[in-house]
């Protein structure tokens, strides 16, 4: 299994940026795929999660603002940020999920982004 993020970067309070997360050597759309984060110092936290059946769940603190898809054709798990705050600094991981999207099991590198002026 191989996730591969991308598309983080440095952007300004209110701004937009979408992450990217390539998967190989497994099957991507049966698999629960999630977006986490962590930021210095705090715990990793849940984003954003999609099940094989479509369906997404958001944290509180996303919602409204982040938007979770996946195109199965080309194996990519994308994370839509819009109105990013300042809160929202944070290196970002993809990772594939159980069935149930309870159990995560491959992760990526991360990409870092932050919200700064």
């Known amino acids: 299994v191989q996730l591969v993020e991308s598309g983080g970067g440095l952007v300004q309070p209110g701004g937009s940026l979408r992450l990217s997360c390539a998967a190989s050597?497994?099957?991507?759309?049966?698999?629960?795929m999630g977006w986490f984060r962590r930021a210095p110092g705090k715990e990793r936290e849940e984003v954003a999660v999609i099940g094989s059946d479509g369906d997404t769940r958001y944290r509180d603190s996303v919602k409204g603002r982040f938007t979770i898809s996946r195109d199965n054709a080309k194996y990519t798990l994308y994370l839509q940020m819009n109105s990013l705050k300042p809160e929202d600094t944070a290196m970002y991981y993809c990772?594939?999920?159980?069935?149930?999207?309870?159990?995560?099991?491959?992760w990526g590198q991360g990409t870092q982004v932050t919200v700064s002026s």
């Open positions: 990772a594939t999920g159980s069935y149930s999207c309870s159990r995560w099991y491959d």
């Open positions: 050597g497994f099957t991507f759309s049966t698999r629960c």
